[in-house]
């Protein structure tokens, strides 16, 4: 091998591995974002029913902000369910948790 041809391939290398450094920025770690409820109110009451309300603290721990598209959630009183369901959002995201 010459002289020439161990050169083209020693900067080939280079700039492949710099390449791949480069990329393995683009791809960042995803965490799951902390949810916790913040407050419960009464929405209405009859005799045989019980309406309420449920605010979410929902907290990122990414460095960059989270689309949220849709909410799905199970609800446990005292190791019963008590509730559950899921809403997709069909035409965009409904807002974007921020970053801390």
Do not use: K
Request: charged residues 15%; hydrophobic residues 45%; aromatic residues 12%.
């Amino acid at each position: 091998m010459g002289r020439m041809s161990r050169n083209f391939l020693s900067i080939l290398v280079l700039v492949g591995l710099i390449s791949l450094a480069g990329c393995a920025g683009l791809f960042q770690h995803l965490e799951a974002p902390h949810v916790s409820l913040a407050d419960v109110r009464l929405r209405d009451s009859t005799l045989f029913e019980q309406r309420y309300v449920l605010f979410l603290r929902i907290q990122n721990p990414n460095t960059f902000a989270i689309p949220v598209q849709g909410l799905q959630y199970n609800l446990w009183i005292f190791d019963i369910t008590a509730g559950r369901d899921r809403y997709l959002c069909q035409s965009s995201p409904w807002n974007a948790v921020g970053a801390l």
